[in-house]
């Protein structure tokens, strides 16, 4: 299934854990995985730490101190940055189902990294048993 | 199954994105996932955008950027740029199958990252149903 | 299932590739895919060279090099450098498995990076046919 976020930034990471939990709660899967795919190119899905929401501003800041968004880019857009960022960090994350829970640690949350906003974004997230 | 890529610059990025789909396409497989998996170490596979080729110029510019051919390396065989950067690209990537077809976003294809070519290079294709 | 790695120094790659191994075989899977999570917001896990233990130096010294351990870091713990890694890394690896193997390339191993121990590290492996 897929469902939509909508990002208020240039660059910001929001916090989808609870949809996916939903999804997997949902399913009825008590053992398997679930699968978060960022069907964009320039924004991009991680786990990280939920708790401190700092942490969040710290990747942002230190995935823009990497990739600079003015350089001798070739795309004319003008977010070959957000590009860049987008292949660094990953379209797809997985994550194990056990006991019919998200399998994520104490502190992690999933996310939305969102590199070339605002826009509106959909995700899709694919629950398998096994 | 497994394809082949022949490589023609020490880095550049491969659209395998019609291998998969004929993969995806051919297995028969309605709702699911397709895992991409690439067996080398200088090498990565990622998704992003298809369209303007000059995306890949510029993602391929910021990796060379962010990691410099030549520096303090300890491994001797001169390409550890390209381990680094298979490291921070990543190795597989897991894209959802929904109604039959390869659940891509408009703009993006997949791409066999080069870091070390030419060379002969192989993917691993692997579709479960779920 | 799950296992525990304990890590000695700040920085480290530990080969965890036996462990793996071993879960697959006892799975008896034949075709599939094993997923490993990391449950934790300041390491990851990757597949890269296992032989020559120079590459996961170079590995650790072009990520410390992308990532200063001191900068204008906002999270108050003193680690977010380590959080910025884990993204850039990945929280998890997602390996085919062909005849009751693990699928990796020749070189391949598959490791945790430790980028705040010392610590202890729990993993998370799934088996999965199809």
Redesign the interface.
């Known amino acids: 299934m897929r469902f939509e976020v909508h990002t208020q930034r240039r660059e910001q990471m929001v916090d989808v854990t609870r949809e996916i939990r939903e999804v997997v709660e949902r399913s009825g899967v008590v ?3 679930v ?1 978060l ?5 320039t924004a991009a899905v ?4 939920a708790a ?1 929401p ?2 969040r ?3 942002l ?3 823009a ?3 600079p968004a003015v ?7 003008g977010n ?2 957000a ?2 960022k ?11 189902i ?1 006991d019919g829970q998200l ?6 949350g999933v996310f939305l ?1 969102e590199f070339d906003g605002p826009r509106r974004r959909s995700l ?1 997230v ?5």
Chains 1, 2, 3 share one sequence.
């Open positions: 053992q398997g995985r699968l795919f960022c069907p964009h190119t991680t786990v990280n730490e401190d700092e942490v501003t710290d990747i800041a230190g995935l101190a990497i990739v350089g001798p880019w070739r795309h004319a857009e070959s940055d590009h860049v987008a292949t660094i960090v990953g379209a797809s994350v997985d994550i194990p056990t399998g994520l640690g104490t502190w992690q990294c899709t694919s629950v398998c048993a096994g």
